[in-house]
């Protein structure tokens, strides 16, 4: 928690420096951060739960797969192109949680290794995470989208 609150306040810091503390306040916005601040408090609080109660490896590589909410949005409903890139993503997505979850047949006179940690609880504090972290971004490319990229980068810059 500590760490995120770090990252918020330089995130924060760097917004003020180049927005120059010149600041709007647009009531059009304000959904658009309830919705953001209500994702964002899922993926913390998923992710963190996932991780007390679960491998952190495996929580982590499924948190950074959140990116595909975005990508399913995108070309959902916003009608935009699946590229090769996409589609390449995707594949090899799909060979990164296979090798993962790869679990080499011990022999029988070997000890069996213990399970990986993956329970119900897990499951759903993952996916919990998973979909708050994925509409993060929606919120955001939605936000965009409104507000035709009027609080883009480039605004700054």
């Known amino acids: 928690f500590l760490f995120n609150a770090m990252s918020a306040f330089v995130a924060l810091f760097i917004f003020v420096a180049m927005a120059k503390f010149q600041f709007t306040f647009v009531w059009g916005n304000f959904l658009y951060a309830v919705l953001f601040a209500l994702s964002y408090f899922f993926a913390v ?3 963190t739960m996932a991780i007390k109660t679960g491998p952190l490896s495996i929580t982590a590589l499924i948190e950074s797969y959140s990116m595909i909410v975005a990508s399913i949005y995108g070309v959902i409903f916003l009608h935009e192109p699946i590229t090769p890139f996409m589609i390449a993503g995707f594949v090899l997505l799909v ?4 090798l993962v979850n790869y679990e080499k047949k011990a022999k029988e006179d070997e000890p069996k290794e213990k399970t990986n940690g993956i329970s119900l609880k897990w499951i759903i504090f993952v996916s ?8 993060c971004t929606v919120v955001q490319k939605m936000q965009q989208v409104w507000s035709e990229n009027t609080y883009g980068v480039g605004q700054f810059l």
């Open 128 to 135: 919990i995470g998973f979909i708050g972290n994925g509409f």
């Open 45 to 47: 609080f998923g992710l």
């Open 95 to 98: 060979i990164s949680l296979t």
